[in-house]
């Protein structure tokens, strides 16, 4: 079984979030893998192959400065990487760079994280399947392959859903897939001479792109109420907040 | 013309979808059109979405849509919305918005904006605005293509009924098969579902222990909230899975969050710091979550949260 998997770069979850201009101010932001792309894709990937043999393929759109992350999904276990050498300007254009390089290679799965934690957006996934014409299994929670048939449970409003689906498809990956793994010195050292395959991008037109960024209004301060009087928080609650 | 799919799972349209069209009608206003609303598979009473702004209700009753299939999906939308016209297609980002929107993009050549909470500007570009970084910022988007594909993230809009029903219509649309085979859903019934809750009661590891909720599900009960809960408490079993908000669970943005016993961590303040109000109990006044609290309570959860209850009871005896 051939896998595919996505992953992208973003700031790590508790870096604090500011702009130049209409700009993402990185100075001072560590960037992590995408925790979604990582934890659940990855590692479910990985356990798909220690479990049925084939190969793992991490494939990430962005610079040079990206390799340290993609060097760790190699210590994490996959077998190999390629990098298009491309800023990800939109989720098209990730998506559109990503198609090109998946028809070259026969994928049995290709996998996504549910979101990136930047840009929110959970559409590079649908992206994908549309222009590879195959089917997109989206919020997956639980994934297993047998030949190639993949059985996949997904989330959905209040509950789950369990679906059948051949192979290949376009499944995005969100909690409870797989367990995060921790890259020991073994594939640390062993992820430095897998292969990281970079590839010039081709032309790839977008149609939506960020024109400015605004921070959220401050909080006004907490008000704090006295414990032994509720009757104060529902008053606050009906009258001010006007929420019941 | 603008075109809203309506959701509706299990055959239900839900307050999701109602939004959505609102929203539908006010996009189309500012653009000098019309809103239609699809709606896909076998529903009772499609022509209600008239009531929210839709000028046109198309409903494709067919077997073959009773089950979401994305591909099936985006190939009826996509033909759809090149039938009526559509400049502008609002999907609502649920669990089938999510799955449709980049698809929908691509076969309809569109630009696309995931999960916008704001009505667009159009004068001068089409922008939108989305929350990013978790809630940490807004962008801005501007959209150049003729087409515009929007899902729009729930409890953004308040629902506004100033229409009346219309009788809804069918289409010749051609349905491609479905490569995928629905074999079980497990739902829960005869409770709001987390991302369409206007009140949710929450609690975290400050309960101790599974064998104490009776007091957050009876606040619940009073309010007419959904429970949910923090991380830890769904990973060590204490909860189900589906009620776990924050960053790795279900993102939320009820009128009204209530947080018992909860620190408030970075990740779990992603899934609800889009929250109108948020009402933080924790008996250690310096719990992180105090910060993004706008009604804060240092004390025991244990007298406190039945303390709220009992409030409630009297505030409704009394009005």
């Known amino acids: 079984m051939k896998i595919l998997v996505c992953v992208s770069k973003t700031p790590e979850t508790t870096a604090k979030i500011s702009f130049s201009g209409t700009d ?137 859903e369990q679906v059948e689906v051949a192979t290949p498809i376009v499944v995005s990956a969100a909690k409870g897939m797989a367990e995060q793994r921790i890259p020991n010195m073994r594939g640390i050292m062993m992820a430095k001479r897998k292969p990281l395959n970079v590839i010039e991008p081709g032309a790839a037109s977008d149609h939506a792109n960020v024109v400015s960024y605004e921070m959220p209004q401050g909080k006004t301060a907490v008000k704090m109420i006295d414990p032994e009087n509720m009757d104060e928080l529902v008053r606050l609650l009906h009258e001010e907040a006007k929420v019941i | 013309m603008v075109l809203v799919l309506a959701d509706s799972p299990n055959g239900q349209l839900k307050k999701g979808s109602f939004e959505a069209v609102t929203y539908g009608k006010k996009v189309a206003d500012a653009m000098g059109t019309q809103c239609a609303a699809l709606v896909l598979g076998s529903v009772n009473d499609a022509g209600q979405l008239g009531q929210y702004g839709a000028a046109k209700v198309i409903h494709l009753n067919n077997d073959q849509l009773n089950n979401f299939d994305s591909q099936v999906y985006t190939s009826v939308v996509a033909d759809v919305a090149k039938q009526v016209g559509a400049q502008v297609v609002i999907v609502s980002h649920s669990s089938a918005g999510k799955s449709l929107i980049g698809r929908l993009a691509v076969r309809l050549d569109a630009g696309s904006v995931a999960g916008v909470n704001q009505l667009p500007t159009v004068d001068g570009g089409f922008k939108v605005k989305k929350n990013v970084f978790s809630g940490k910022a807004i962008a801005e988007y501007e959209i150049s293509s003729p087409v515009k594909v929007l899902s729009l993230m729930g409890n953004s809009i308040p629902v506004e009924a100033t229409g009346s029903a219309v009788t809804a219509e069918s289409m010749e649309v051609m349905i491609p098969a479905s490569k995928v085979t629905v074999k079980d859903r497990k739902t829960i019934d005869g409770t709001v579902p987390l991302p369409e809750a206007e009140l949710v009661v929450s609690a975290g590891r400050g309960m101790k222990g599974p064998e104490n909720w009776g007091i957050i599900e009876e606040l619940a009960a009073e309010l007419g909230a959904t429970t949910a809960c923090s991380r830890p408490v769904a990973d060590t079993g204490w909860r189900p899975h589906h009620e776990h908000v924050g960053q790795t669970g279900v993102a939320i943005r009820p009128n009204l969050y209530i947080a018992a016993g909860i620190s408030g961590a970075i990740q779990h303040l992603a899934g609800v710091n889009s929250s109108k109000v948020i009402v933080v109990i924790n008996k250690d006044p310096e719990a992180p979550f105090f910060k993004a609290a706008d009604y804060g309570i240092v004390g025991d959860l244990f007298e406190v949260v039945p303390r709220i209850t009992e409030s409630l009871k009297k505030y409704k005896a009394a009005n």
Do not use: C
Not at chain 1, 60 to 88: C, F, Q, T, W, Y
């Open chain 1, 24 to 160: 993402f101010e990185t100075a001072g932001v560590q960037f992590i893998m995408n925790p979604y792309d990582e934890w659940y894709a990855l590692v479910r990937a990985l356990e798909l192959k220690e479990a049925h043999g084939g190969s793992v393929t991490i494939i990430n759109v962005g610079p040079a400065s990206n390799d340290p992350i993609i060097r760790k999904g190699l210590a994490i276990g996959a077998d190999d990487a390629v990098r298009i050498n491309a800023e990800p300007k939109s989720a098209l254009t990730a998506a559109k760079y990503i198609a090109e390089y998946a028809k070259t290679g026969e994928f049995d799965l290709i996998l996504t994280g549910k979101e990136t934690i930047d840009y929110n957006g959970s559409e590079v996934g649908g992206m994908l399947a549309e222009l590879l014409d195959l089917p997109y299994i989206s919020y997956a929670n639980h994934l297993d392959v047998n030949g190639t048939t993949a059985m996949v449970s997904r989330d959905i409003e209040g509950g789950t």
